[in-house]
C-alpha cells in the first residue's frame, strides 16, 4: 500500500504534487492558509508558511489548475486507499468522470 507521504500518488497531466494535494484537500475542507501551511508541516513534514501557501494557490489559479469556485466536479474516489478529492474548484482538464478509465486500484467510495 502507498502511503499518503510517499509522492506520486496525484497522476495528473499537471504534476500535481503532495503539497499542491494538501492544499487543495484543505480548500475542500474550507480551511484557512495558516490551517493548511499547519496541515503540510505536521502531516507533510515540509516547512510551508500562511504565504507560502497563498503563492501555491495563485500559482495554481495562473496555471489552471483551478479555474474558479463552482460545485463539487466529481464523486470522492478512491485510490489505493488514498482518497482524491476533485474539490470546489473546477480543475482543467483531465477532469475525472464516467467515461474515463481509471488506472487499477481505483473505485468509487
Known sequence: MIEPREPPYIALSYGIG???AAILQ??????????????????????????????KVEGMRK?????????????????NHIYFVFVKASLAPPIVGVEIQYPAGWGEL
Open 18 to 20: 503532495t503539497v499542491e
Open 26 to 55: 484543505g480548500l475542500f475542507e474550507e480551511k484557512n492558509y495558516k490551517e493548511i501551511a499547519e496541515n503540510i508541516r505536521a502531516e507533510l513534514k515540509i516547512a510551508m508558511d500562511e504565504k507560502g501557501v497563498q503563492e
Open 63 to 79: 496555471d489552471g489548475v483551478i479555474k474558479k469556485i463552482a460545485p463539487i466536479v466529481d464523486p470522492l474516489k478512491v485510490w
